[in-house]
C-alpha cells in the first residue's frame, strides 16, 4: 500500500516561487524501487506531467517548466520535492504527485499506479 501526500502549494504572485512537498507511506514495498513525478491539471485542461525523477536521480521535465522548475527527491524520509522559481499565471493548477515501479511511464510523464489529492497552486499577474 501506498499512500502520497503532497502540501506546500499556495497563492503567489507571477514571479515567485514556491516548495511542493509530496510524503510517501509505503507498507510492503520499497520506496528507492519507485520512480516518482508531479503532474498537473488547470480547469477546463487536460493533466499535464510536470517531471519526473528515477530511482538513481535522473530527471525528465515538461518543455514548460524546464530551467524554472526542479524535482528531487530524499529517500531517506520517503520525501519528493518540486521547487518552482520564475513562476507564470499559466502554472496555475492543482499539482499531484505519483509514483510507480514501472519507469517509464514517469519518464514518458504519462503518470503512475499512486496518486496524491493534489495541492492548488495559483499564480497570479
Known amino acids: 500500500q501506498v499512500d502520497l501526500v503532497e502540501s506546500g502549494g499556495g497563492s503567489v504572485q507571477a514571479g515567485g516561487s514556491l516548495r511542493l512537498s509530496c510524503t510517501v507511506s509505503?507498507?510492503?514495498?520499497?520506496?528507492?524501487?519507485?520512480?516518482m513525478g508531479w503532474f498537473r491539471r488547470a480547469p477546463g485542461k487536460e493533466r499535464e506531467g510536470v517531471a519526473s525523477?528515477?530511482?538513481?536521480?535522473?530527471?525528465t521535465y515538461a518543455t514548460s517548466v524546464k530551467d524554472r522548475f526542479t524535482i528531487s527527491r530524499d529517500n531517506t524520509w520517503n520525501t519528493l520535492y518540486l521547487q518552482m522559481n520564475s513562476l507564470k499565471p499559466e502554472d496555475t493548477a492543482m499539482y499531484y504527485c505519483?509514483?510507480?515501479?514501472?519507469?517509464?511511464?514517469?519518464?514518458?510523464?504519462?503518470?503512475?499506479?499512486?496518486w496524491g489529492q493534489g495541492t492548488q497552486v495559483t499564480v497570479s499577474a
Open positions: 525523477i528515477d530511482r538513481n536521480g535522473e530527471t
Open positions: 505519483a509514483t510507480d515501479s514501472r519507469c517509464w511511464l514517469l519518464r514518458s510523464l504519462r503518470g503512475g499506479v499512486y
Open positions: 509505503v507498507v510492503g514495498i520499497t520506496y528507492n524501487d519507485y520512480c
